[in-house]
């Protein structure tokens, strides 16, 4: 079946420092893969995201690239800001299961000045 | 756009009342789901709708009930309502194609006493 596997948090970073949440997952057909964030009190909205192999998402600063070979998509971000302090779910929606999501359980971020 | 909207943003029930949260949608999306979240569980799917006229459960839709009213509204019901559905619910949207995100709304914060 599907499903998604991320870095279990909360994370706390200094700011400018380097940001890395693990993200594998398991699909049984061609999924496309997504990064949300969740600020708090809101709901998620949509990071990046990228749709085949090797594709990479970018926004706000923030990477991932589409690893069908290590069934992975890491986001990364080279300098982190207080403003990033969120929750970031990573996500995937199968060819197979076209209209069911699958989420990650979340990674709590918190950077600090 | 205003996008996903929810009502009510905030409700407090007693044990055995009854309530609808309303979700609408103005971006034609053929999709819809509704989402609870729990510290520490992450989303977990009630029910969605692929399209208008069509309904199917998710991972927990004990207590629950939904109608997708037309395209652009899709309700949730609590017929009674008990202590363990205190939680924060989302509403969702997508258009159909596996390439596509879903887009959230604000949610509605929950608590039965």
């Known amino acids: 079946g599907n499903s998604v596997t991320q870095m279990e948090g909360p994370v706390t970073l200094s700011e400018e420092a380097f940001l890395t949440i693990n993200c594998t997952y398991t699909a049984t057909g061609y999924p496309s893969l997504f990064w949300y964030v969740q600020y708090p009190g809101e709901g998620l909205q949509l990071l990046l995201k990228?749709?085949?192999?090797?594709d990479k998402g970018s926004n706000k600063g923030f990477e991932a690239t589409y690893r069908k070979e290590t069934t992975s998509f890491h986001l990364e971000k080279g300098s982190v800001q207080v403003s990033d302090s969120a929750v970031y779910f990573c996500?995937?929606?199968?060819?197979?299961?076209?209209?069911?999501?699958?989420f990650g359980t979340g990674t709590s971020l918190t950077v600090i000045p | 756009n205003a996008g996903v909207t929810q009502t009510p943003k905030f409700q407090v029930l007693k044990t055995g009342q009854s309530m609808t949260l309303q979700c609408a949608q103005d971006?034609?999306?053929?999709?819809m789901y509704w989402y609870r979240q729990d510290p520490g569980m992450g989303l977990r799917l009630i029910y969605y709708?692929?399209?208008?006229?069509?309904?199917d459960k998710g991972e927990v839709p004990n207590g629950y009930n939904v109608s997708r009213l037309n395209k652009r509204e899709f309700s949730l019901r609590l017929e009674s309502a008990a202590p363990s559905q205190t939680s924060v619910y989302f509403c969702?949207?997508?258009?159909?194609?596996?390439?596509?995100?879903?887009?959230f709304g604000p949610g509605t914060r929950l608590t039965v006493l």
């Open positions: 990228a749709t085949k192999a090797d």
């Open positions: 969702a949207s997508t258009l159909a194609g596996a390439y596509n995100e879903q887009f």
């Open positions: 971006m034609n999306h053929n999709s």
């Open positions: 996500a995937l929606r199968d060819t197979n299961t076209g209209n069911q999501f699958y």
């Open positions: 709708s692929a399209s208008e006229g069509t309904t």
